[in-house]
């Protein structure tokens, strides 16, 4: 079974920055897309960003420009680094994976146990 982990959430003032990540807890021998999505307190979960295995980037209207989302493949590993961070940003960030478990597994969605990031002074 694969776990994915998440790092990086916490407190921090309006225009800070901060970086999550998210590694999946072994090798997966297909990974399609990945991204972020997060659910602000009493609303829907939303997409963030999204990210290609060829690298090609979707990101939500409200964080063009102040996030980005990178990954990198060896590792399993993503990564959104968020800038100029506001207090409409304060949710829960959960990582999500696309992806088989092996070779010939079927192709599901892989999510994080979620990490609170609070914007406020």
């Known amino acids: 079974q694969v776990q994915l982990v998440e790092s990086g959430g916490g407190l921090v003032q309006p225009g800070g920055s901060l970086t999550l990540s998210c590694a999946a807890s072994?090798?997966?021998?297909?990974?399609?897309?990945m991204g972020w999505y997060r659910q602000p307190p009493g609303k829907e979960r939303e997409l963030v960003a999204t990210?290609?295995?060829?690298?090609?980037?979707n990101y939500a209207d409200s964080v063009k420009g102040r996030f980005t989302i990178s990954r990198d493949n060896a590792k399993n590993t993503i990564y959104l680094q968020m800038n100029s961070l506001r207090p409409e940003d304060t949710a829960v960030y959960y990582c999500?994976?696309?992806?088989?478990?092996?070779?010939?597994?079927?192709?599901?969605?892989?999510w994080g146990q979620g990490t609170q990031v609070t914007v406020s002074s």
């Open positions: 999500n994976i696309r992806g088989r478990a092996t070779l010939l597994g079927p192709l599901r969605d892989y």
């Open positions: 990210i290609t295995s060829s690298g090609s980037t």
């Open positions: 072994r090798v997966m021998p297909v990974i399609n897309d």
